[in-house]
């Protein structure tokens, strides 16, 4: 039995598990750390007391440490999010449980699940990319996330804009990187309503598709992945624009290292970042065996 975390920017999602079985999953809104966490340990509370958690896995927003040789593993950085900079997560779940607690960005724990049960089964380099209240990107090479001192933030970077395309941006630290030019809250600015309420001719999916295909067009140049899933809320709202990000990558590329790579949804749908919580529980699991 282990127990998974999902951290996200509007909910947070709690799984118990049998392995990939899942025996019981609740919601709870993202807040401040002190009332979320709170929240959060109320639920593991209850499930440790009526069973034996082996390991929890905890995927999360970021910045956050991932480092496990780091003194402040587990430590949300310089996050936009109130509250939480600082909270060390990670050492308040290994005080409370004495269980081994594994712990990676919510989009490399998505990622790791679509390599374990989803769309990536049997593929040693692959990625995902979330878009939804912010973009991340989950790369896997060799099997295994990518990753230093912290995670991986290509949802930062920045990109050649399409014709035309002079929105500030907005992204607290960096204005107009990937993530301030096509996140859900920077549709909202764009078009004055979230993208579930746009339909798919809106002129905001042009730049949208740009900026997003030009972000895959690095990832598949830089971790050459045999398959890139495009998820998160805003694509799983119009799923009829993956197909013409797909179609924007390959033609940025020019047929340049065409052949080696898959633009799709996530076969595990919106289950894939609770699912990734697990997957990560149970990455610690295995190291700690070996």
Known sequence: MIAGLELGGTKCVATLAEGRVVIDQRR???RDAAVTVDELTGILDEWTAAQAVRAIGVAAFGPIRTDRSAADFGTFLATPKPGWQGFGLAAHLKARYGVPVGLDSDVNGAAL???RWGGAVGMANHAYVTVGTGVGVG???????MAGRAHSEMGHIFVDRAPGDDAAGNCPFHGACVEGLISGPAIAARAGKAGEALDEMHPVWNPFVHVLAR???TIVLTGAPERVALG????????????RVDAAVRASLGGYAQASFAV?????GDQ????GALAIALDVLEAEAA
């Open 215 to 217: 972000l895959v067009h």
């Open 232 to 243: 998160g809320g805003v694509l799983t709202a119009r799923p009829e624009l993956v197909p």
């Open 264 to 268: 799709g949804a996530p076969a595990l």
């Open 139 to 145: 790369l896997v090479v060799g099997g295994r996330t």
């Open 28 to 30: 709870v809104p993202t």
């Open 113 to 115: 699940a679509e390599g």
């Open 272 to 275: 894939a970042g609770p699912l």
